[in-house]
């Protein structure tokens, strides 16, 4: 299994930024995604999911991130994608998308999820 991540930039507050997840090597439609994202010193956090369920996708989102962060997903591409608008300095992060299967399990939870792309770095400038 095999997850890209692309997008990350130098961003003013206030302006948008697409992250994108290729996977590759597994049945992306049978995979909950996710973004987590890692600030400099600090722990791995929470970012959104989209889960898969038998009525539809399913989103789910960081109370820091709530209302700005969009996540979706593309089958036919096998890619999910983090739209992120009005950024803000404490959005900088490196983030990192996720792929597993929550069930049973949280969707909040890095444990959920194991396998892990190579992280993405968002910069965000006053």
């Known amino acids: 299994v095999q997850l890209q991540a692309s997008g990350g930039g130098l961003v003013q507050a206030g302006d948008s930024l697409r992250l994108s997840c290729v996977a590759r090597g597994l049945i992306f439609n049978n995979y909950d995604m996710a973004w987590f994202r890692q600030a400099p010193g600090k722990e791995r956090e929470f970012a959104a999911a989209?889960?898969?369920?038998?009525?539809?996708?399913?989103?789910y989102y960081g109370d820091s991130v709530k209302g700005r962060f969009t996540i979706s997903r593309v089958n036919t591409k096998n890619t999910a994608y983090l739209q992120m608008n009005g950024l803000k300095p404490e959005d900088t992060a490196v983030y990192y998308c996720?792929?597993?299967?929550?069930?049973?399990?949280?969707?909040?939870?890095?444990?959920?999820?194991?396998?892990w792309g190579q992280g993405t770095l968002v910069t965000v400038s006053s």
């Open positions: 996720a792929a597993g299967n929550s069930d049973g399990g949280s969707v909040y939870s890095r444990d959920s999820y194991p396998y």
């Open positions: 989209i889960i898969v369920t038998m009525s539809g996708d399913r989103t």
